[in-house]
């Protein structure tokens, strides 16, 4: 089952009046684009009411440290927009929803904006990182490094490694990629439970190339970053991606499959 990665996370933003650097009535939309998922950067949007330049932005979203400050330098003018790329800072799995600001310098003045959250995106990306970190905390979840072709597909094995506690840690779902489909080998089902006495837990997988045309082959620099769900004891499920050390080898056996069709 290919797991969908998050394409789009929209985060309306409006700057209350008392936060509004002095005649520029600045706005803002935080957006958070596909290819931008992977490296935790958010695309920050922002909207003048008045002619303006953008000197210093710090994101401060709720339940994340403060992201770090870049300086765009932008120059807006009366009802245009312009992107500023802002990297997402460390999510604060302790913290308690609340709403989101940002520190912006504009026109030589520093002012908090406070943020709207329409959607609940942002709490939305606290507590997929968080469930994330929930589930690396107690077990890796890793491949083998040997990979043995049988005809059309490349076997190897999915394993669990205890990392601390007890509880028990859960595989319930397995996704593909642009090119290769992943699932159970031969005999085997999900799910895949590290079980709270237990060191370790594996499941024999077999991975095919699903797609050879050129537009998913151009996507090869993800192709290798399979998505598993997995769920710690009671806790939240999470989608953590989890990539072959040797995924030269499965490129190679892509090209291998795809040359014959």
């Known amino acids: 089952m290919r797991l969908a990665p998050v394409l789009l996370v929209l985060l309306a933003a409006v700057a209350g009046c008392a936060g509004e650097p002095a005649g520029a009535g600045l706005s803002g939309t935080v957006v958070q684009y596909r290819s931008d998922v992977a490296a935790r950067v958010l695309t920050v949007r922002l909207r003048a ?16 440290a ?21 990297p997402l800072g460390a999510p604060d799995c302790s913290a308690e929803p609340a709403g989101s600001t940002a ?28 469930a994330e970190r929930a589930v690396r905390d107690r077990a890796a979840v890793t491949f083998d490094p040997v990979w043995t072709r049988t ?3 490349l076997l190897g094995t999915l394993r669990l490694h205890r990392r601390a506690g007890d509880e028990p840690v859960t595989v319930t779902e397995l996704g593909g990629t642009t090119i290769f489909g992943l699932r159970p080998a031969a005999g ?39 998505v598993v769900a997995a769920v710690p004891g009671g806790g939240e499920p999470a989608r953590l991606t989890v ?19």
Not at 190 to 199: I, K, N, V, W, Y
């Open 49 to 64: 009411g008045a002619p303006v330049t953008v000197d210093r932005l710090e994101l401060r979203p709720a339940g994340f």
């Open 66 to 86: 403060p992201s770090p400050p870049v300086t765009p330098g932008v120059v807006l003018g009366a009802g245009t927009t312009s992107d500023v790329r802002v």
């Open 103 to 130: 520190l912006v310098t504009a026109g030589g003045v520093e002012s908090v904006v406070v943020l709207a959250d329409e959607y609940g995106a942002v709490g939305a990306l606290q507590r997929a990182e968080c």
């Open 151 to 153: 005809g059309e597909r």
């Open 188 to 226: 085997h089902t999900l799910p895949l439970t590290l079980a709270p006495a237990a060191s370790d837990a594996v499941l024999p997988v077999e991975v095919t190339a699903t797609r050879c045309d050129p537009h998913a082959l151009a996507e090869s620099k993800r192709a290798t970053a399979f």
């Open 243 to 261: 990539t072959p050390d040797d995924g030269g080898s499965l490129l190679v056996f892509a090209a291998d499959s795809c040359g014959g069709h």
